[in-house]
């Protein structure tokens, strides 16, 4: 089955994006944001490009939704590239705390710099950077312990480039979510509808609900933890593994099953349930 092309590029995202590029020279730190989920997929392209000249801090949310077996793998992965990412739950507050220690040192590093450069002191400005929905507005709130900016688990909600006082000599700046104008990789395109980090309105939920199955079948095959064939026949009542010969004829039988029939609502119904772990809390992506 081929996927139809994913393409999704609001208005808003290219607007910013281009007033981001001329702000970027400007900020002195990048607290790249990703999904724990896809923490591939939710890398963006020009990031190498942004990040010249800048320090750098990898932020991977939503670490709840993952297996510790999970986040070591890929914590591996990223230090053997020299990169030490640091995993968070901005919703429930875990890890935030490293975070601001981590932002912290490099904010005394930076003041280092430019005092041996004869340069006064300044709170220095960090841009919590990443993709639609991977929970930055959320971690903002976090580090500044209260509701300063609009949070929501769905793609584009934050549509302006707003700054963010915070102590410890820190300015935040809370942009919306940036993609690549053109999705070239569409396997990561099909990650992010997975994981409703890009608005419904850019493909098919059948087909990307069929694709996701697929995708379950070959991490069963893995024995990646946490991805249990049983609980999810289980949990519809239909033999998952006689669906994965036939993932159009599973998602008919459970929408005969669930939703009286209606393909689309129990394909809503799959991700909607995968997105709200409770199909087990697992990547979809391995390292």
């Known amino acids: 089955m081929e996927i139809p092309k994913i393409q999704w590029y609001p208005g808003h995202i290219a607007k910013a994006e281009k007033n981001l590029s001329k702000i970027i ?3 002195d730190l990048i607290i790249e ?4 989920r896809i923490p591939l997929s939710t890398g963006h392209s020009h990031l190498n ?9 990898l932020v991977i949310n939503r670490s709840d939704m993952v297996s510790r077996a999970s986040i070591d793998a890929w914590t591996s992965l990223f230090k053997d590239k020299g990169i030490d990412p640091l995993w ?3 919703k429930k507050g875990m890890g935030i705390k490293e975070i601001i220690k981590s932002a912290t040192k490099l904010r ?5 710099r430019r005092l041996s450069r004869g340069m006064k002191i300044r709170p220095i400005r960090a841009l919590i950077l990443g993709f639609p929905n991977v929970g930055k507005s959320a971690l903002i709130n976090r580090i500044v312990n209260r509701k300063i900016v609009e949070s929501a688990r769905k793609a584009g909600v934050t549509r302006n480039l707003r700054w963010v006082r915070f102590g410890n000599g820190i300015d935040l700046l809370d942009a919306p979510g940036v993609i690549p104008p053109d999705l070239e990789d569409q396997r990561a395109a099909l990650n992010l509808a997975i994981c409703d980090d890009i608005g419904e309105a850019a493909y098919d939920i059948e087909l990307v609900a069929k694709e996701f199955i697929k995708i379950i079948l070959r991490l069963h095959k893995k024995n990646i933890p946490n991805v249990s064939i049983n609980r999810i026949s289980k949990r519809y009542g239909i033999d998952l593994i006689e669906g994965f010969q036939d993932p159009d004829q599973w998602i008919l039988d459970t929408a005969n099953k669930h939703t009286a029939g209606d393909t689309r609502r129990m394909a809503n119904k799959l991700l909607e349930d995968f997105r709200n772990q409770m199909l087990g809390n697992f990547s979809i992506e391995v390292p």
């Open 25 to 27: 020279k400007r900020v």
């Open 33 to 36: 944001v990703r999904d724990a």
């Open 49 to 57: 490009q942004w990040i010249i000249d800048k320090k750098h801090l």
């Open 88 to 90: 968070c739950d901005s």
């Open 108 to 112: 005394l590093s930076i003041d280092k």
